[in-house]
């Protein structure tokens, strides 16, 4: 697997088959995972993982994998999606083993700095679930401004 960057503890990499069964288990992790990052409320199958990585590699999707420094071990992915002019959306979504270690946050502000600095953003723009206090929290202390909501979604920005 290719650097692509770094920060401090992680390692950012383009999408790997080698890396499926920990997307496997991450997105499979519907309690404390897949509940965040949409509608879906069953298990993918090796085959859909696959197809999924796939299309993301032949689109050259600005999608990267996080692998931790000290341990290899694998953290999550980071996304900047739907990319327009000089903005994109920003998603993230870290395995359940990773969480509470400071990954997020360490993750969304080097993300911040490629997107303004490499990928030449101007805004990125990201949706969380109402009922993710703990990722609002971190969007927030990292710079990001509420800018809509509704009933399920708060809509946050960050402008260069």
């Given at each position: 697997?290719?650097?692509?960057?770094?920060?401090?503890?992680?390692?950012?990499?383009?999408?790997?088959?080698?890396?499926?069964?920990?997307?496997?288990?991450?997105?499979?992790?519907?309690?404390?995972?897949?509940?965040?990052?949409?509608?879906?409320?069953?298990?993918?199958?090796?085959?859909?993982?696959?197809?999924?990585?796939?299309?993301?590699?032949?689109?050259?999707?600005?999608?990267?994998?996080?692998?931790?420094?000290?341990?290899?071990?694998?953290?999550?992915?980071?996304?900047?999606?739907?990319?327009?002019?000089?903005?994109?959306?920003?998603?993230?979504?870290?395995?359940?083993?990773?969480?509470?270690?400071?990954?997020?946050?360490?993750?969304?502000?080097?993300?911040?700095?490629?997107?303004?600095?490499?990928l030449k953003l101007n805004r990125i723009y990201l949706g969380?679930?109402?009922?993710?206090?703990?990722?609002?929290?971190?969007?927030?202390?990292?710079?990001?401004?509420?800018?809509?909501?509704?009933?399920?979604?708060?809509?946050?920005?960050?402008?260069?």
């Amino acid at each position: 697997m290719e650097k692509v960057f770094e920060s401090e503890r992680i390692i950012y990499v383009r999408p790997s088959f080698d890396l499926v069964p920990d997307y496997l288990e991450m997105v499979n992790d519907i309690e404390n995972v897949a509940k965040y990052i949409g509608e879906r409320r069953t298990a993918c199958t090796e085959a859909e993982e696959i197809d999924y990585i796939k299309d993301k590699m032949d689109k050259d999707a600005t999608m990267f994998s996080m692998i931790e420094k000290s341990t290899g071990k694998f953290i999550g992915n980071i996304e900047f999606f739907g990319r327009k002019d000089d903005e994109a959306e920003w998603g993230i979504v870290i395995t359940a083993s990773m969480h509470e270690k400071g990954f997020g946050t360490e993750a969304l502000k080097r993300s911040v700095e490629y997107g303004f600095e490499e990928l030449k953003l101007n805004r990125i723009y990201l949706g969380v679930y109402v009922d993710n206090p703990r990722a609002i929290h971190v969007y927030e202390k990292c710079g990001f401004k509420e800018y809509d909501r509704n009933d399920v979604d708060v809509f946050m920005e960050i402008r260069k």
